[in-house]
């Protein structure tokens, strides 16, 4: 494993007058992530932000209520990952609820068409004659300035709704809902593209319902919130209090085996019981399935898992997308290790890098870029951008993950600013963020953004670092506290699931399955033994039975053979000393 700095999360003040009916370990633990009241932890629906909020959502509705009443054919125009399909799916579902009559759903091919609502895309409905009257695009459209100009030259009306980073200029789109527009108000600007989708439809039925347009009876659009939260984790958007309760109300639906068959048959191939599942399945399980369609082929068929209405439909492509989730890892794989070799060239140690990394081979995927930049990110920490040929031969297609301190897509608004010939396109968030550049640009656009990253970070940001909760006392490791945890989120970004540092005494040691270390722990300041496993740490590691392992660490119940015990699920060690 990397070398890194353990930092312990700030332990705030005590408070009082909240959370007096929590255990202990939770108040500790949401007072670190901010909570300081007891409302800021209400899951309930009633404590959603407003929809009337979100600019532009007035317009958006009377346009979507006149497709109601005068029968036009909606275009659901998605995006190729996992918000994208939840958002697509969300739509679909709640505007047949609400009564339009004719809708249907497209979704940009990766490697054909690029991200969003681009001309190529409406020129090739107009071909097939199949353009709508009202196209809606979900989880994109505030960059598609050409796209929106070229629908609407066709007579075809454009409601965007998206949550990226609006650019300088807005498309000339009949109506826009984004909550990260200029001049929107709405306080939840982490929505994701899902959420936001989610409020069009929830504004939509009073619209529908204050003028006596409804179906009878009127649809539960709860009923859509299993999506909502499939997707609000999957995209990583921050979890702030409006998006932990679509998550929460998502899960106790899934749970409840009230979700959507795809979703179930997602949980179900991958071996998880939908009744203890928690964000970090949404995140790590059921996500990645969804996504490897739009990377590996179609995310058509994603999204056609996801509006199956029979189990066995469901069972049949969520096999399908496990099938295309385990050619992705094989992908990935071979596509790590070649990265790796680049690194090894360029520096012979890390200390030698670029700042920021612009990685490239000939023979890399599109669709899986983003997760080898994710990895490389993890293994240098340093904000990476993996290149893999366009479709056309003359271009690059890059996608970008950042460490903290650095906003990739405003550095990478500072190389445009500098260098407006390099990147054709460009947009993201905090984290992550896509470019195209001129295959022969890769070197002045390396020099340029590795610049921009000097310009920004200090050499101290470079340093890989964990953050923890503390330590646990003797007492606290046991079941009880896994249970608590798990119970007590819903966790994810910028509400991150709690873990926990300490040093063990490590009984015995062994590799299992070729990759992973499985430990024999008792903690030093004294306690019962405890098991342990570290996922993917290769087959060589040190013998820590001799010196003892500093643990960070994440308690967990752990179910075998009927039994059930307390297992450490370890995310970082080091021998002691």
Known sequence: ??????????????????????????????????????????????????????????????????????????????????????????????????????????????????????????????????????????????????????????????????????GDQLPDADAIVNPNQPGCPFLSKNAAGVGVMFYVLTALRKHLRDNNLLP??????????????????????????????????????????????????????????????SSTDLGFVVGPRLNAAGRLDDMSIGIACLLADGRDEALRLARELDNFNRERRTIEKDMKHQAQELLASMSLDIEGLPWGLALFDQDWHQGVIGILAARIREQTHRPTIAFAPDDDGLHLKGSARSIPGLHIRDALAVVDAKHPELMKKYGGHAM??????????????????????????????????????????????????????????????????PVFDGEFRVVSQRVVGENHLKLVLQPVEGGGIIDGIAFNTGPEVPDYTRTGARLVYKPDANTFRGRTNLQLLVDYLEPLG
């Open 1 to 166: 494993m990397t070398p890194k700095k353990i930092l312990r999360r700030p332990q705030p003040a005590d408070a009082p007058g909240w959370g007096q009916n929590l255990p202990p370990i939770l108040r500790r633990l949401y007072a670190a992530r901010g909570v300081h009241s007891d409302e800021q932890l209400q899951y309930t629906l009633k404590h959603l932000a407003s929809p009337m909020q979100l600019r532009g959502i007035d317009r958006a509705v009377e346009l979507l209520a006149e497709a109601v009443v005068q029968k036009h054919r909606v275009m659901v125009l998605g995006d190729f990952d996992a918000d994208g399909a939840t958002s697509t799916a969300v739509a679909m579902l709640g505007l047949s609820m609400l009564g339009v009559s004719s809708v249907d759903f497209r979704v940009p091919s990766r490697f054909s068409d690029g991200y969003g609502l681009t001309p190529g895309i409406i020129h090739r409905l107009q071909d097939e004659g199949d353009l709508p009257d009202l196209l809606v695009t979900v989880d994109n459209g505030i960059s598609a300035l050409e796209g929106v100009r070229v629908a609407r030259e066709l007579g075809i009306k454009v409601v965007i709704t998206d949550h990226h980073l609006a």
């Open 216 to 277: 009878d009876p009127e649809p539960n659009l709860g009923t859509l919130l299993d999506l909502v939260a499939l997707g609000t984790v999957a995209d990583v958007v921050p979890l702030d209090h409006n998006n932990r309760i679509f998550v929460e109300q998502g899960i106790r639906r899934i749970r409840k085996g009230e979700a959507r068959p795809g979703i179930l048959a997602l949980l179900e191939v991958a071996g998880r019981d939908y009744t203890q599942i």
């Open 432 to 497: 992550a963020a896509g470019m195209t550049i001129a295959r022969d640009d890769l070197e002045n656009f390396s020099n340029a953004f590795d610049q921009a990253v000097r310009d920004t970070l200090k050499a101290e940001d470079l340093e890989a670092a964990i953050t923890t909760d503390g330590p646990l006392a003797p007492e606290e490791l046991n079941l009880d506290t896994a249970y608590q945890l798990k119970r007590g989120g819903p966790w994810g970004q910028h509400f991150p699931e």
